[in-house]
Structures are given as structure tokens and as C-alpha cells.
T-cell receptor, first 113, second 113 residues
Framework: EDQVTQSPEALRLQEGESSSLNCSYT??????LFWYRQDPGKGPEFLFT???AGEEKEKERLKATLTKKESFLHITAPKPEDSATYLC??????????????FGKGTKLSVKP | DTEVTQTPKHLVMGMTNKKSLKCEQH?????MYWYKQKAKKPPELMFV???????INESVPSRFSPECPNSSLLNLHLHALQPEDSALYLC????????????FGPGTRLTVT
């Protein structure tokens, strides 16, 4: 069964304190791993797509990496505005134009000034 | 432009009402999705439309009825809902290519009384 597990469930950081969020997955053929940021009461905001082991992508203070079993979202010198829930999702499905996603439960990040 | 719009932002309806949620995108995406999200849970896939045809129905009760009138619009018709259907309803779209990143709208907060 395809499964996505995120850890930790919640993470509290001081401003400037770097850390990493983990997303481990078991799927029958990865067709893309996606990171999203979600603020309370709003839709998820797309951050990154990773396709193959060894791939890395960066955006401001965020860097996403991928291995054969897991992905990490590294947050360097976070600011309070980085506080949000970070969702990891993997694409499943074969062919066609849709990319069905299986989401992890998310990591709620709180950054204190 | 990666914007998906949803209306209304908030909806309160009784169990005997009929209402509709609307979603629109102008990114040329040919796959559109409806998700349901309960508090502190990840989004759950409800329906997928691919090239305006329903391709996936994740065993959603018939009181939810999706419609895709054209490639830019997606509706979700609601009838005889239950209080447990109260949730954030998210629309998303993706390009029918290799990327498959799904872009989400801001959601409609639905409360069933």
C-alpha cells in the first residue's frame, strides 16, 4: 500500500534556528514528490517537485532533497513568517493526464521571534 | 499566473439546502480536482476530471455531484448534506504533462447546520 509519513508532527524553532522536516514514503514507483506549504484556513501553496534520488531544489530559505526512501525539507535561518504546516505528497497513478497525490499528515512549524 | 479561484469563500447551509461550489483556472490545465480537508488533516481526494471527463470518484456519497462544464470551470453541487460534511473544500488543477504539479485554490469553508 502506498504510504507517506511525515515527521515530526510539530516543530517549534527560534528565529534563525535551522532544522529539517522529513517525509518518508513507500510507493510502487515514484512519479514525483511534492512539497506544499499551507497556512491556516487556506489552500496548499506549491513549493517544490522532486523526481529522482539526488535531486535538490531551493527557494529562499527552503531546500528540498530526495533519496530513494525519503525527502527532507531543510529550513535555513527561519523567520516567523515561515510558520505554517508543510505537506509532503507523492504522485501515484499510471498514464493519463491526472497526477493523483497521496498526502502525508504534515508538519506544523512554528517559528518564534 | 498560477491562480485557481474558488467561490464562495464561506458557505453555511442547512441539511435540506442545495448549493454549489465553483472553481476556475485559466492556466490551460486539463486536469481538475476536488479535495475535502478536515481540521488538522491532509486533503482527501474526492473527484478528478481529465479533459472534462470524470476519471476518478473516490467513493464519494451521491449528495456530492461534480460537474466540469468546460476546461476552465469545475463545480461541486451539494444536496442534503450532513453536519459531518463540514470542511474546507479545495479545488486544484494540473497541466497534462510530465510535471503534474497541482495548484490549489484558497478553498471554500463549508458549514452544514
Amino acid at each position: 500500500e502506498d504510504q507517506v509519513t511525515q515527521s515530526p508532527e510539530a516543530l517549534r524553532l527560534q528565529e534563525g534556528e535551522s532544522s529539517s522536516l522529513n517525509c518518508s514514503y513507500t510507493v510502487s514507483g515514484l512519479r514525483g514528490l511534492f512539497w506544499y506549504r499551507q497556512d491556516p484556513g487556506k489552500g496548499p501553496e506549491f513549493l517544490f517537485t522532486l523526481y529522482s534520488a539526488g535531486e535538490e531544489k531551493e527557494k529562499e530559505r527552503l531546500k528540498a532533497t530526495l533519496t530513494k526512501k525519503e525527502s527532507f525539507l531543510h529550513i535555513t535561518a527561519p523567520k516567523p513568517e515561515d510558520s505554517a504546516t508543510y505537506l509532503c505528497a507523492v504522485r501515484v497513478g499510471y498514464g493519463g493526464s491526472q497526477g493523483n497525490l497521496i498526502f502525508g499528515k504534515g508538519t506544523k512549524l512554528s517559528v518564534k521571534p | 499566473d498560477t491562480e485557481v479561484t474558488q467561490t464562495p469563500k464561506h458557505l453555511v447551509m442547512g441539511m435540506t439546502n442545495k448549493k454549489s461550489l465553483k472553481c476556475e483556472q485559466h492556466m490551460g490545465h486539463r486536469a481538475m480536482y476536488w479535495y475535502k480537508q478536515k481540521a488538522k488533516k491532509p486533503p482527501e481526494l474526492m473527484f478528478v476530471y481529465s479533459y472534462e471527463k470524470l476519471s476518478i470518484n473516490e467513493s464519494v456519497p451521491s449528495r456530492f455531484s461534480p460537474e466540469c462544464p468546460n476546461s476552465s470551470l469545475l463545480n461541486l453541487h451539494l444536496h442534503a448534506l450532513q453536519p459531518e460534511d463540514s470542511a474546507l473544500y479545495l479545488c486544484a488543477s494540473s497541466h497534462p504533462g510530465t510535471a503534474y504539479e497541482q495548484y490549489f485554490g484558497p478553498g471554500t469553508r463549508l458549514t452544514v447546520t
